[in-house]
């Protein structure tokens, strides 16, 4: 069974920093994309970044700038975020396009929140 774990998150004030990790686990035989969704409170779940398995990144608007996203060989995920402002704020989630011995799928994180006060 594959796992993807978050942490990281936390209360920020605008203007600071933080750093998400995602480690996955369970019999995970290889990852290709990975990425970080937000969800903002009353918002629908949306794209923050992404990073294929050769490295290429995609970020969204929003965030282009001040968030950098990196992965490493044993498949950590990593979000750094730097300039935080209250609109940043929501739960995150980590995802990943896993195969296993068995088969292949999406994963999904349980999530890890992210508070901006101003």
């Known amino acids: 069974q594959v796992q993807l774990v978050e942490s990281g998150g936390g209360v920020v004030q605008a203007g600071g920093s933080l750093r998400l990790s995602c480690v996955p686990s369970?019999?995970?035989?290889?990852?290709?994309?990975m990425a970080w969704f937000r969800q903002a409170p009353g918002k629908q779940r949306e794209p923050v970044a992404s990073?294929?398995?050769?490295?290429?990144t995609n970020y969204a608007g929003a965030v282009k700038g001040r968030f950098t996203i990196t992965r490493d060989n044993a498949g950590t995920l990593y979000l750094q975020m730097d300039g935080l402002k209250p609109e940043d704020t929501g739960v995150y989630y980590c995802?990943?396009?896993?195969?296993?011995?068995?088969?292949?799928?999406?994963?999904w994180g349980q999530g890890t929140q992210v508070t901006v006060s101003s």
């Open positions: 995802v990943a396009d896993i195969t296993t011995l068995a088969a292949g799928g999406r994963y």
């Open positions: 369970g019999r995970v035989n290889d990852i290709a994309t």
């Open positions: 990073i294929t398995g050769r490295g290429n």
